[in-house]
């Protein structure tokens, strides 16, 4: 063989190696249990872990219900994935919160082990072993609800996985935050919108916005993002008859009924973290989010000189840019699990 075919092939499996090297480890971190956009985001990451475009490592629960671990065993084995690790926070500050859908878990249709929230992880403790077991800087975690599970992985110290406190830990193992909370837009002529999972929560988010590391990006999708993301009832009508029940699209019925196009706030930092470079979405410049008391989250440009690294940047939506998302969604949330 020349030389120049041999170093082609050795570039081209650099290539693949490097590709493959580079798709996003993902860890769901999720509120699933008042809204049902957490169900259908759920749906979202099986359906891209399914194509390979990244790796499902666990999901983390950051509201107290107790019937939340029962029900994310249930959508993760109904999509193949029975034995994913889940953990459930134990801090009771933690928002409490009923569901319409939950109960769903109790139901024979669907199979799953965990039965209540006393025989998953505690949520820390999973995110810590999921981080330590991972390379350096791969993972992405995508946390669609409060942030107690983020708040208290940045106050955890070391233990038997790792010897890095919480931040040293985020430093060394996480890519991407990417995170749907907060509003960077006016909202129906309101300048000073608080958004739902920084106001069920506020110390939480802004132990966030204080102390995650300036090193590792978070990508903010505010509520302004989702709103403009209509899920086309249309498709839940007609989509979802592969099987006879079909766990989103219940869930979605007892939430939102059949005459709702419920937003797709928590879809939006799923395909933004899997797919940050196609073009789905824009983004802002970096600077600083800063969380007030009363919730409000304030976007601010570095000021001149300032040589410090911005750390946050917020999803834009074009036009364009939002009917691609939506049909994208559309057919990642209604694919057939493929196991
Ligand atoms: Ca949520």
Not at 217 to 238: C, H, K, T
């Amino acid at each position: 063989m020349k030389k120049s075919a041999v170093l082609f092939i050795a570039l081209l499996c650099a290539a693949i190696s490097g590709a493959h090297a580079e798709k996003p480890r993902l860890i769901f971190d999720t509120d699933i249990t008042g809204d049902v956009d957490d169900v259908l985001a759920l749906a979202m990451c099986h359906s891209l872990a399914d194509r390979g475009a990244c790796e499902l490592l666990g999901v983390t629960i950051s509201k107290l219900n107790p019937q939340t671990a029962a029900f994310v065993d249930a959508e993760n084995t109904f999509y193949g994935r029975p034995n994913l690790p889940i953990g459930v926070t134990y801090d009771e500050t933690a928002q409490k919160r009923d569901s319409k859908y939950l109960q769903l878990a109790d139901s024979p249709n669907y199979k799953h082990d965990i039965r209540n929230n006393d025989e998953a992880e505690e949520a820390v403790a999973l995110l810590r072993r999921l981080l330590a077991a991972q390379p350096d800087q791969s993972v992405s975690i995508v946390s669609v609800g409060i942030a107690s599970n983020m708040a208290n992985l940045l106050l955890s110290k070391a233990d038997a996985h790792s010897p890095l406190d919480g931040p040293a830990l985020i430093r060394q193992k996480v890519k991407l935050l990417s995170i749907m909370a907060g509003a960077f837009e006016t909202i129906d002529a309101n300048n000073h919108f608080l958004e739902a999972n920084v106001i069920n929560g506020i110390p939480a988010m802004q132990t966030v916005a204080r102390q995650w590391p300036k090193q590792v990006p978070i990508v903010w999708s505010g509520f302004e993002i989702g709103v403009s993301l209509p899920y086309p009832r249309q498709s839940i009508a007609q989509d979802f008859g592969y099987i006879e029940h079909h766990i989103v699209k219940e869930a979605y019925l007892l939430h939102s009924g059949p005459e709702h196009d419920r937003p797709c706030w928590d879809q939006s930092s799923v395909l933004y973290a899997v797919f940050p470079d196609r073009g789905y979405f824009g983004l802002s410049r970096k600077g600083q989010v800063s969380v007030e008391d009363d919730g409000f989250t304030r976007f601010s440009l570095p000021k001149k000189g300032d040589t410090q690294p911005q750390r946050d940047r917020f999803l834009i939506l074009t036009s364009e840019q939002r009917a691609r998302v939506l049909e994208a969604m559309v057919h990642l949330t209604a694919r057939p699990p493929q196991r």
